[in-house]
C-alpha cells in the first residue's frame, strides 16, 4: 500500500509521527501527537488512526512504549508522496559554497572537501565517489621518458582529465622510437572510450607499419592495456571518500553496540561501500533508498540520499549515509544543491 491509498486523517497523523521521531528520537503516543500538532480530533482519535497505520505496515509498537515510531514503508511513502521539497537556510548554501568552491585544487581534494562540509551540515556520513573515466574519450597522450627503464604515459581525456601511468620497459628507448610509438598510438587510439582503448587495442595496433624496435615496445601497451588504459586510479569508478563518521556515533541509534560496530565495518570497508552505493538504481536528480531496500544487508540499518554531479561528460555521486531516522526534507536539499555547486565548479 502507498500513501496515496491513506486517508487525509491517516496521512496527517502518519506525518505527524514521523516528524515527532525524526526530532526526538522517541516513540510518539497520541496526547503528544494532539498537544503538538492540533490536529482538530481527540487522542482517542490520533490512536485509532495510529492502530490502523500499524496494521497496515506504515508504524511499529515498540514493547517498552506506548507510543509508535515510523517504519521503512513508513520512510518510503513520506519521501515518495507525502514530502514537500525544502529549501536551504542561507547560511547553510554560504557554508558549502565557501568549502567546496576553490576550483584550484585536484578533483579528489574538492571531493573530500564537498564530503566533509555536506556531512557536518547534515549531520550524517558525507560519501562522494568519483567520476566513472571507463566511458570518457581519450583525446590524445604522450611518452615522457622517466628513466632507461621507466615510461610516464600522460593521458589527456574529455572533460579536461588528465591520467598519467607508469609503463615499464626493458631498457633506453630511443628519441625516435618514443616519438613513433606516441604518433601510432595516437593514430589508432584517439577518439576511442579508454573501456574501448582496453579491450580492443591490440586489434587496432595489430596492422601498424611499425618499425621493429617501435613495435617491441607497442607489445608492451597490447599485453598491459587493462592495467595502462583501466580507469584512473586516483578517480577510478567506485573510488570513495568519506566525511567524519563521528557526526553519526553520536545519534542514539548507534548507542547499542551492534550499530556502532556496523557502522564502522562500513567506514572500514570503502570498496565494498563504493559498490553497493554505485549498484543503487540512480535516478535523475535526488535517488533515496531506505534500509532493506539495499542490496547490502550491512547497510539494513541505513538510509542513504545522493544526487550525481557532472564534470564535463563525466559523472560521480555526492551524498550522506544515515540512520532511517533523518530529516529528509533537510537532508535532501543539502545533497541536492552540494551537488549543483560541484557541477559548476567542476565544469
Known amino acids: 500500500m502507498s500513501a496515496e491509498q491513506l486517508t487525509s486523517r491517516e496521512r496527517t497523523v502518519l506525518e505527524a509521527v514521523i516528524q515527532t521521531y525524526v ?17 482538530g480530533v481527540s487522542p482517542a482519535t490520533i ?19 506506548a507510543g509508535r515510531i515510523p517504519t521503512n514503508k513508513a520512510y518510503r511513502a513520506f519521501v515518495d508522496s507525502l514530502l514537500t521539497r525544502g529549501s536551504m537556510a542561507v547560511v547553510e548554501h554560504g557554508r558549502l559554497a565557501e568549502e567546496i568552491g576553490r576550483a584550484d585544487s585536484p578533483i579528489e581534494t574538492i ?4 564530503a566533509q562540509s555536506l556531512g557536518v551540515l547534515a549531520q550524517e556520513l558525507g560519501v562522494a565517489l568519483g567520476p566513472a573515466l571507463g566511458k570518457t574519450v581519450l583525446r590524445s597522450l604522450d611518452l615522457v621518458r622517466m628513466s632507461s627503464e621507466r615510461l610516464l604515459m600522460v593521458l589527456q581525456l574529455e572533460g579536461g582529465v588528465a591520467r598519467t601511468v607508469f609503463v615499464e620497459v626493458k631498457g633506453e628507448i630511443a628519441d625516435g622510437v618514443l616519438s613513433e610509438v606516441t604518433a601510432v598510438l595516437n593514430d589508432r587510439l584517439a577518439g576511442l572510450s579508454l573501456d574501448q582503448v582496453a579491450s580492443s587495442v591490440g586489434s587496432r595496433l595489430r596492422d601498424s607499419l611499425a618499425g621493429p624496435e ?10 598491459d592495456a587493462g ?7 586516483q578517480l577510478a569508478e567506485g573510488s570513495l571518500v568519506l566525511g567524519q ?33 554505485r549498484a543503487r538504481p540512480q535516478a535523475h536528480g535526488i535517488s533515496i533508498t531506505i534500509g532493506q531496500e539495499h542490496a547490502d544487508p550491512r547497510l539494513e540499518d541505513f538510509t542513504v540520499v545522493t544526487a550525481e554531479y557532472h564534470a564535463g561528460s ?26 549543483q555547486l560541484l557541477t559548476e565548479l567542476l565544469d
Request: hydrophobic share 40%.
Open 47 to 65: 490512536r485509532n488512526t495510529m492502530s490502523d497505520l500499524e496494521e497496515k505496515g506504515f508504524l511499529a509498537h515498540p514493547h517498552t512504549s
Open 227 to 233: 592495467v595502462l588504459f583501466h580507469a584512473a586510479p
Open 111 to 114: 571531493l573530500r572537501r564537498a
Open 314 to 339: 563525466l559523472a560521480g555521486v555526492i551524498g550522506v549515509i544515515g540512520p532511517t531516522r533523518m530529516p529528509y526534507d533537510k537532508v535532501i536539499a543539502l545533497v541536492s544543491h552540494t551537488s
Open 23 to 39: 526530532e526526538t528520537a522517541e516513540p510518539a503516543g497520541s496526547r503528544t501527537l494532539s498537544r503538538r500538532f492540533g490536529l
Open 245 to 277: 563518521a563521528s557526526v553519526l556515533a553520536g545519534q542514539p541509534e548507534f548507542s547499542e553496540t551492534d550499530r556502532l560496530r556496523r557502522l564502522l565495518d562500513l567506514t572500514q570497508s570503502p570498496q565494498s561501500l563504493a559498490d553497493a552505493i
Open 214 to 223: 617501435a613495435r617491441e615496445l607497442l607489445n608492451i601497451f597490447v599485453q
